[in-house]
């Protein structure tokens, strides 16, 4: 029982401080997110794939939008700060703690459907070769390095000195030296 109350609590001041980083972002970009970079959390290669006139396109919907995503950035706000409050205080209730959790995911559900709404609707849109970097893109300041790693063949057999005899522990056996 022990045991399981401490998993619990390791898993949910785990998720506290991801969800207080991630609460401490949302707060700093306020305003930023709204538009353009807000699109960028849900697909990150947005940026890098669309062309100017769809990035017109995706900022004029999603402004569109705007009466609809701030009440729900507030309310995954307000549910990750009462999860936060909760874990923080001492008084963890399991129950409350899931009905905050499953608040802030719906809300994040019901921005990601009205960006990827805002996506279909580009004019113009999204090109073959568009959407298969979109799918096929990975986050990372190495990718490119990562990519070259993989392409590289190991080099050939290596001539390296006869093993030494082990014991039955593996360990080298030394033999004394006169």
């Given at each position: 029982m022990?045991?399981?109350?401490?998993?619990?609590?390791?898993?949910?001041?785990?998720?506290?401080?991801?969800?207080?980083?991630?609460?401490?972002?949302?707060?700093?970009t306020?305003?930023?997110q709204?538009?353009?970079l807000?699109?960028?959390?849900?697909?990150?290669?947005l940026?890098?794939?669309?062309?100017?006139?769809?990035r017109?396109?995706?900022?004029?919907?999603?402004?569109a939008?705007?009466s609809?995503?701030?009440?729900?950035?507030?309310?995954?706000?307000?549910?990750?700060?009462?999860?936060?409050?909760?874990?923080?205080?001492?008084?963890?209730?399991?129950?409350?703690?899931?009905?905050?959790?499953?608040?802030s995911?719906?809300?994040?559900?019901?921005?990601?459907?009205?960006?990827?709404?805002?996506l279909?609707?580009?004019?113009p849109?999204?090109?073959?070769?568009?959407?298969?970097?979109?799918?096929?893109?990975?986050?990372?300041?190495?990718?490119?390095q990562?990519?070259a790693?993989t392409?590289?063949?190991p080099?050939?057999?290596?001539?390296?000195p006869?093993?030494?005899?082990?014991d039955?522990?593996?360990?080298?056996?030394i033999?004394?030296?006169?």
């Amino acid at each position: 029982m022990i045991m399981k109350a401490l998993k619990s609590i390791l898993y949910f001041a785990t998720m506290a401080i991801g969800l207080a980083n991630f609460t401490a972002q949302a707060q700093s970009t306020g305003q930023r997110q709204q538009g353009f970079l807000a699109g960028e959390r849900y697909f990150p290669a947005l940026s890098r794939v669309l062309t100017d006139d769809q990035r017109q396109s995706f900022r004029a919907i999603v402004e569109a939008q705007s009466s609809a995503i701030r009440p729900l950035e507030e309310k995954m706000r307000a549910t990750r700060k009462v999860l936060l409050e909760e874990i923080a205080g001492g008084k963890f209730d399991e129950t409350s703690a899931r009905q905050s959790a499953e608040e802030s995911a719906k809300a994040e559900a019901d921005l990601t459907v009205i960006f990827a709404k805002a996506l279909s609707q580009l004019q113009p849109p999204l090109s073959a070769q568009q959407i298969a970097q979109m799918k096929n893109f990975q986050r990372g300041q190495y990718q490119s390095q990562f990519a070259a790693q993989t392409e590289v063949e190991p080099p050939p057999k290596m001539d390296l000195p006869p093993a030494l005899p082990r014991d039955s522990n593996d360990l080298p056996v030394i033999t004394p030296q006169n």
